[in-house]
């Protein structure tokens, strides 16, 4: 969902418009924190996102053009009409400005949840994990028992070839002189 296309032409349309400073004044600053939350998460991919976060950007989309529509149909007034109709657009630059604030915690909720499901999702398959390493090291202490053990045989039988090499070395050496 392209969010950031709305949000350079609501940007466009309040440049334009000379008396921002009376009229729309938070309107900049909740565009460049709606800016800056579209930008975080449309660096993740679309099926890693929440159904959540997926209707509150589509949300903030619909919301964005109507400020668009307001902006645009606030620009094109003439002067004399601005005067004259100041307290109706008073009016509208606030719903717009509330409505921008709506989105603005609606999208970081929704964010928030989905992190906070990552977040549990990740912590689960890391118990996983430390469970199966905790087995593998379980296995690999057996099989280091294993091993003890059977060099320990080993070296029985070693000692036990050594002294029957020994033995007959000697009961051969005791022929040997026998046989002389």
């Known amino acids: 969902m392209e969010v950031i296309k709305p949000i350079w032409g609501i940007y466009n349309l309040v440049d334009k418009i000379?008396?921002?400073?009376?009229?729309?004044?938070h309107i900049l600053s909740r565009l460049d924190a709606l800016q800056r939350l579209v930008e975080f998460v449309q660096q993740k991919e679309a099926d890693q996102l929440s159904e959540d976060v997926i209707k509150a950007l589509e949300k903030l989309n619909t919301i964005l053009e109507s400020a668009k529509e307001v902006l645009s149909k606030f620009n094109k007034q003439h002067v004399m009409q601005h005067m004259m109709k100041a307290g109706d657009y008073k009016l509208e630059f606030e719903n717009l400005n509330k409505s921008l604030t709506d989105a603005f915690v609606t999208l970081s909720g929704a964010l928030h949840v989905h992190q906070e499901e990552t977040l549990v999702e990740q912590e689960s398959m890391l118990a996983e994990q430390e469970n199966k390493l905790q087995?593998?090291?379980?296995k690999l202490a057996k099989q280091e028992r294993k091993l003890v053990e059977q060099e320990d045989r080993l070296a029985e039988q070693e000692d036990i070839v050594q002294r029957l090499e020994s033995k007959i070395a000697y009961q051969s050496t005791?022929?040997?002189?026998?046989l002389q």
């Open 135 to 138: 087995e593998m090291e379980k």
């Open 174 to 178: 005791g022929y040997y002189c026998i």
């Open 18 to 25: 000379k008396s921002n400073n009376e009229k729309c004044p």
